[in-house]
């Protein structure tokens, strides 16, 4: 089992920015993927950034060049940090591992963090 925390969500103006962070407690060894999903309001959760423990790094298109998703030398970590914000960011963001254990893979998230950004 993976828990996970969130902070660093909040309202912000067009242009600002914020950075999130996700700590993972339990069996971090076997954490392969984290990263940050959204879901805005009456939107399907997306994709934004995953970062696997190799270093493989996903951006969605609608927030390359503006966010960098990054984990902390322990692994246990993942942050997002978000420039430029538009109104369009504006969602629940959700932390996400994946861990594997033998030939399964398990997903775990986050409870979810608000960011707002106002125009």
């Known amino acids: 089992q993976v828990q996970l925390v969130e902070s660093g969500g909040g309202l912000v103006q067009a242009g600002g920015s914020l950075r999130l962070s996700c700590a993972a407690s339990g069996s971090i060894v076997s954490i392969r993927t984290m990263g940050w999903y959204r879901q805005a309001p009456g939107k399907q959760r997306e994709l934004v950034a995953t970062i696997t423990s190799g270093g493989s790094i996903n951006y969605a298109d609608s927030v390359k060049g503006r966010v960098i998703v990054s984990r902390d030398n322990a692994g246990n970590t993942v942050y997002l940090q978000m420039n430029s914000l538009k109104p369009e960011d504006t969602a629940v963001y959700y932390c996400?591992?994946?861990?594997?254990?033998?030939?399964?893979?398990?997903?775990?998230w986050g409870q979810g963090t608000q960011v707002t950004v106002s125009s």
């Open positions: 996400y591992v994946r861990s594997r254990r033998g030939v399964w893979e398990y997903d775990y």
